[in-house]
């Protein structure tokens, strides 16, 4: 099991990821960028594709547009279900792993957003993934999806670090009303390229006694810029775009959106 796939992660979710994006948002604009893209290529649907607990999804839905979701994380699936509910939104979520899910329907745009693609942990897995994505996409479909550059600076310092040397990340208030702090730890494979970590979880009570302590595992693959290129095309789709940021910088930033065309 990886970080999303247990409940008391689907459920604080929305929650740690507001307070850790706070002060400097990796993925800031994100949700403009992909109504763009959703307006101007989904006029025969969107799938939202690890849609986690539906940040991308329902705003979409919000917006007017035709899309679904799907998420590994049956958790996940049912936080973004409820939300929906709730929002009186009308899309449909289902669990399916991005290599093989299968759909009823093909779609204009796929959205893999923000880290959802380097959860796949190999080139074999990858390529799975854009064929089948491939298959659920009408002529000349796009699919974006982002992807992080190897940094062999930072990778250098993960490789020398064991998953016991945690790092304080954050401290944010769970569903519960409950403090509770987040440490990470990362090492790093070089062959691979698969960054493999822990987050620990501290949860307090409000007296600032730790009452309870989980750990939650996470793998995450790095991918060359020249992989996906060729990838992507050995797959079936054109590179029509790759930004540095989402607001189309072309600037070598190290985490690149990217944006296929089916052909």
């Known amino acids: 099991m990886d970080l999303h796939d247990f409940d008391d992660v689907a459920q604080n979710y929305d929650l740690y990821l507001g307070e850790m994006y706070k002060e400097k948002d990796m993925y800031e604009g994100f949700q403009d960028f992909y109504l763009e893209l959703a307006k ?34 049956e958790a996940m699936v049912n936080v973004c279900s ?46 799975k993934t854009l064929l089948n994505i491939r298959e659920h996409l009408t002529d000349g479909g796009i699919l974006t999806l982002n992807t992080f550059q190897p940094f062999p600076i930072i990778q250098a310092a993960q490789m020398q670090s064991s998953l016991e040397d945690y790092r304080f990340r954050l401290e944010y208030t769970n569903k519960d009303g409950l403090k509770e702090k987040i440490y990470c730890s990362e090492t790093y494979d070089y062959i691979s390229q698969v960054m493999t ?24 693959r790095h991918t060359y810029i020249s992989e996906l290129t060729y990838l992507a095309e050995l797959c079936g789709f054109e590179v029509m775009a790759r930004y540095g940021d989402y607001y189309k910088s072309t600037e070598e930033t190290g985490r690149y959106t990217w944006i296929l065309k089916k052909i």
């Not at 409820?82 to 959205?111: C, E, H, P, Q, W």
């Not at 307090?204 to 302590?213: L, R």
């Open 40 to 73: 101007k290529y989904g006029k025969d649907g969107v799938i939202d594709i690890a849609c986690g607990t539906g940040a991308v999804l329902l705003n979409l839905a919000k917006n007017g547009i035709d899309v679904d979701g799907s998420d590994l994380s």
């Open 82 to 127: 409820k939300k929906a509910a709730t929002k009186n939104l009308k899309t449909r979520v289902f669990a399916g792993n991005m290599t093989n899910f299968k759909s009823d329907r093909k779609y204009s745009l796929a959205i893999i957003a923000r880290s959802g693609f380097m959860h796949l942990l190999s080139g074999e897995d990858q390529r």
């Open 197 to 220: 970590g822990n987050w620990k979880f501290e949860t307090y009570d409000n007296n600032g006694k730790i009452i309870s302590e989980r750990i939650r595992p996470l793998k995450m």
